[in-house]
C-alpha cells in the first residue's frame, strides 16, 4: 500500500512538473500603440501587462490595466482615461487565444518562429476576434514574443470627439513585446 501511495506521489510530481516546464510568464509585458495622425503622434506604453504562453498547446493570455498606459504629456493620459476609453468604468483590457501554426519549441535551443496568433481581444467592454501575426524567440531559456497588428476604434465603441478627431487615425497600430520565462 505504501508502496502505491509513493508510486502515485511521484507521478503526480512528474506530470506536474513537466506541466509548469510548459508554461512561460511575464508580468512586465509591453503593450505600446501608436494612433497619431499627420497633426500630432500620440502614442501610449504600458509595461505592465501579464501574459502566459503555454509552449505545449500554443494557449496563451494577456491582461492589462488601462490605467497602466503612459503618455508624453499628462494631458493626453487624463484625456485617454476619461474621454476615450472610460478606464474606471472598464479597467482592463484582454486577449485570450492561441498560437494556430505552434512549432515545436524545443526552450533548450536558440532560435526564432514566425507564428500567427488568433482570439478574443476586449478592449472597452467590447470583445472581437483578431488574428495576427507574431514572432517567438527563445533565447538562454527565454522566449520573446513579438508582435505587431492595427484595430479600428470604432469596433470597440471608442468615440473620438470631431473638435479632435482629425489627430486620431482611423487604425490604432499596437505593438507587443513579452520575454517569458518558465513558471517555477
Do not use: W
Amino acid at each position: 500500500m505504501k508502496k502505491t501511495i509513493f508510486f502515485l506521489l511521484m507521478l503526480t510530481s512528474i506530470a506536474i512538473s513537466t506541466e509548469a516546464q510548459d508554461i512561460y510568464f511575464t508580468r512586465t509585458g509591453k503593450i505600446e500603440f501608436h494612433s497619431g495622425s499627420s497633426l500630432e503622434d500620440i502614442d501610449g506604453v504600458n509595461n505592465e501587462a501579464t501574459s502566459m504562453l503555454n509552449v505545449k498547446t500554443g494557449e496563451m493570455a494577456f491582461t492589462l490595466l488601462v490605467k497602466s498606459f503612459t503618455f508624453k504629456r499628462a494631458l493626453m493620459e487624463e484625456h485617454f482615461n476619461e474621454n476615450y476609453m472610460e478606464s474606471t468604468k472598464f479597467p482592463k483590457a484582454s486577449f485570450k487565444g492561441k498560437i494556430t501554426s505552434m512549432p515545436a519549441i524545443n526552450t533548450s535551443s536558440n532560435g526564432s518562429f514566425n507564428v500567427q496568433t488568433e482570439g478574443e481581444l476586449t478592449i472597452h467592454g467590447i470583445t472581437k476576434k483578431i488574428t495576427a501575426p507574431a514572432k517567438l524567440t527563445v533565447n538562454g531559456g527565454k522566449i520573446t514574443g513579438v508582435s505587431n497588428f492595427k484595430i479600428v476604434l470604432s469596433d470597440y465603441k471608442i468615440e473620438i470627439p470631431g473638435v479632435v478627431a482629425e489627430k486620431f487615425s482611423k487604425e490604432t497600430e499596437i505593438i507587443v513585446t513579452c520575454i517569458y520565462e518558465p513558471r517555477s
